[in-house]
């Protein structure tokens, strides 16, 4: 099994940025395709970006293409969520999410993950 706890939420004003972190522990990290998802309140939970195993292939969501970066560092076990111009409407439980997967492959839907974290909450202000 993989464990993820995801860190770095909080309050930004529209405009602003945030960076989110997830750690991952339990098993061989660069394994593991790594996505991000978010669930606004009322609302499904939505594919924000993917990074593959070796963090040569990312993927996002139209809704964010252009303002946020994945980044992963495998010596780290960590991926990263870079969110800049940030919007009211990305307010949001940001959660992290792990899958088996090949080397340079991004995986978008929810049921492809298998791990998950418990989220983080992203909060911005207009």
């Not at 860190?7 to 790594?34: H, K, P």
């Not at 946020?68 to 495998?74: A, E, K, V």
Request: charge should be neutral.
């Amino acid at each position: 099994q993989v464990q993820l706890a995801e860190s770095g939420g909080g309050l930004v004003q529209a405009g602003g940025s945030l960076s989110l972190s997830c750690a991952a522990s339990g098993r061989t990290f660069s394994n593991y395709g790594m996505g991000w998802f978010r669930q606004a309140p009322g609302k499904e939970r939505e594919f924000v970006g993917g990074i593959s195993r070796g963090g040569d292939t990312t993927y996002y969501s139209d809704s964010v293409k252009g303002r946020f970066t994945i980044s992963r560092d495998n010596a780290k076990n960590t991926v990263y969520l870079q969110m800049n111009s940030l919007k009211p409407e990305d307010t949001a439980v940001y959660y992290c999410a792990a899958t088996v997967t090949g080397w340079h492959i991004v995986k978008t839907p929810t049921y492809e993950y298998d791990y998950w974290g418990q989220g983080t909450q992203v909060t911005v202000s207009s």
